[in-house]
């Protein structure tokens, strides 16, 4: 089993560029997040999906929006990059809330 | 006080040392809890969930204190591999409600 895959692994955009990170999950659960992790800061709930068909933001949503596709995907796009968004940005998934959860390998993102 | 705080460390051990890390909480009714290694530039990895009995896994134990708020985590002779920052997690019951640590560094050295 893969466990949970991210895509791309790597992007730079420009100022006001647009893009979607994808991420996929293979265990059948039905919660996801994204987060974003930054040096010296703990990771940060940008979204989150308690199950398919429903999304909620988390601490940190500005600058974001979400897509839950099915219960496997969930996407996760910036409208218009702004240097503030250069972080590493993780996708992950659970059974349900308390249960523990299980990372993808993240994206590095750099907004210039 | 911050909701979840970790000692950033690093911790400094020669192979085959014993080393452990608390985690303190500050929301008495928190839920779950969690241990993660994270290597550098990696994903965060569960190590081990943590259990009010506390729980062992080979070289791991996991404690958990609810009168004083914190768990902590045991490392037995440690390896060069047991490198990496720990993060605990503390989940007080909600998809919002989990925290987590800014990590402990720990650095076995041989």
């Known amino acids: 089993n893969a466990g949970v895959t991210q895509t791309p692994k790597f992007q730079v955009l420009k100022t006001g560029q647009s893009m979607t990170l994808q991420c996929a999950q293979d265990m059948n659960h039905n919660s996801m997040y994204w987060y974003r992790q930054d040096p010296g800061m703990g990771l940060r709930l940008i979204y989150y999906?308690?199950?398919?068909?429903?999304?909620d933001k988390g601490e940190v949503p500005n600058g974001y929006n979400v897509s839950r596709l099915n219960k496997r995907e969930f996407s996760l796009r910036l409208e218009s990059a702004a240097p503030s968004q250069t972080s590493v940005y993780f996708c992950?998934?659970?059974?349900?809330?308390?249960?523990?959860?299980?990372f993808g390998p993240g994206t590095r993102l750099t907004v210039t | 006080r911050k909701e979840v705080e970790q000692d950033p460390g690093p911790f400094n051990v020669p192979e085959g040392a014993t080393v452990a890390f608390n985690c303190t909480y500050s929301?008495?009714?928190?839920?779950?809890f969690f241990w993660y290694r994270q290597d550098c530039r990696k994903e965060p990895k569960l190590l081990m969930s943590v259990y009010s009995s506390g729980n062992e896994d080979g070289r791991f134990t996991a404690q958990l204190n609810r009168a004083s708020q914190y768990i902590s985590l045991l490392i037995r002779d440690s390896k060069l591999s047991d490198s990496a920052t720990y993060l605990c997690v503390v989940n007080s019951g909600g998809y919002q409600k989990v925290t987590f640590g800014t990590g402990t560094k720990l650095q076995v050295i041989p």
């Open positions: 999906s308690a199950s398919e068909g429903t999304t």
């Open positions: 992950a998934s659970s059974e349900f809330a308390v249960r523990e959860q299980y």
């Open positions: 929301n008495s009714a928190s839920q779950s």
